[in-house]
């Protein structure tokens, strides 16, 4: 049977995992042995991604471990990290300096990074290689709350347009859009038309599709598997794609995609988010950094003023906690409560005016 999109991902993962744990000291291995099966491939090597950055730290801005190798790190050393080095490496993720690049964390890159940090002190106190857990004695950074961005109607209407028909491209623009104009238009109808992620939509392969139904099969974020359903705005769009796709000659290893890149590879992520950013820019100018997710929280935002039914949201969305979803349209709940507010009145006599 041939490798599905996400085993070979997960291998791929894998793979990138062990060469970065090369780079780092052996109890590094311990500790992503230990959570192999309480995680996902991409959880350990976002893990193992945020050790070596604090690790760098260490060795590049504290005195103490100047004269120390990365791999060569052992259970004393790491009992000598305190509270107030894992504050200053929270400091130093404000702006720092890789590949002569100035990188900054906001707060959510921040939270992740010590999240990263805590489960491996975690680990080591639980394992007895320290006898004290200074990433305990550190505060989550506050998340601050943003507003969810999400494309109007006529904002997705002008995207959409945007694709089909070329407004405003110039001449190469419009002649590259020749050649991706029904594949782009799918994947965005798609995006807005389910609510799918980015790394679930590159891995739909074209025998997943299913137009009796109306549904495909999705290997959900976690490996689980799930049907989503489309309605016929979509089923047209895709079908027209499709028919396009049939007649294209993908390269060994990716006859199954169902989009793809104009390598004739199955399409990246990568170049699905530049996609993305590409026409939203175009469809809403003063909406900076549209994402694929931005599109999902378009989904998420019209299916729940249309249904009012946060668990269907959850559901459809793929959440695996409804308090996820409930955080994200809270606010969107409280404006309806609102509404609801004002639009009774105890004393109408009164709110007219006496004469």
Do not use: W
Not at 265 to 277: N, P
């Amino acid at each position: 049977m041939p490798e599905t999109y996400a085993q070979q991902r997960a291998r791929e993962l894998q793979a990138l995992t062990r060469e970065a744990l090369q780079e780092l000291p052996g109890v590094c291995f311990d500790f992503v042995a230990a959570i192999d099966s309480t995680t996902q491939p991409l959880t350990r090597y976002a893990y193992v991604c945020d050790l070596k950055l604090f690790f760098n730290f260490l060795t590049a801005e504290l005195p103490k471990f100047a004269d120390k190798q990365i791999v060569d790190f052992d259970a004393d050393d790491l009992a000598r990290v305190t509270s107030r080095d894992i504050h200053m490496y929270l400091d130093y993720l404000n702006l720092y300096i890789k590949d002569d690049v100035e990188i900054t964390n906001a707060d959510l890159g921040k939270m992740r990074k010590l999240a990263s940090l805590r489960s491996f002190y975690k680990f080591l106190y639980k394992n007895g290689y320290i006898d004290a857990d200074p990433a305990a004695l550190v505060d989550m950074p506050k998340r601050r709350q943003k507003p969810i961005i999400r494309l109007e109607i006529d904002e997705m209407a002008r995207m959409l347009d945007y694709v089909e028909t070329g407004e405003k491209m110039d001449e190469r623009q419009r002649k590259y859009n020749e050649h991706t104009r029904q594949r782009d238009l799918a994947i965005l109808t798609l995006f807005l038309g389910t609510g799918i992620r980015v790394s679930e939509l590159v891995g739909i392969n074209i025998d997943d599709i299913d137009f009796s139904i109306n549904g495909f099969l999705v290997t959900r974020k976690g490996g689980s598997q799930a049907i989503l359903y489309f309605p016929d705005e979509v089923a047209s769009v895709l079908k027209d794609y499709i028919k396009l796709r049939r007649e294209l000659t993908p390269l060994p290893g990716h006859e199954d995609a169902l989009f793809l890149s104009l390598q004739n590879k199955r399409i990246s992520v990568r170049a699905v988010q530049q996609m993305v950013k590409k026409y939203a820019s175009q469809a809403a100018p003063l909406k900076k950094h549209l994402s694929p997710h931005k599109l999902r929280s378009t989904f998420g935002t019209n299916l729940y003023h249309e249904t009012g039914d946060i668990y269907l949201v959850a559901d459809v969305l793929g959440h695996s906690d409804v308090n996820t979803t409930r955080r994200h349209y809270a606010a969107m709940s409280d404006d309806r409560r609102r509404r609801a507010a004002s639009a009774v009145h105890l004393r109408e006599e009164k709110l007219k005016g006496e004469s």
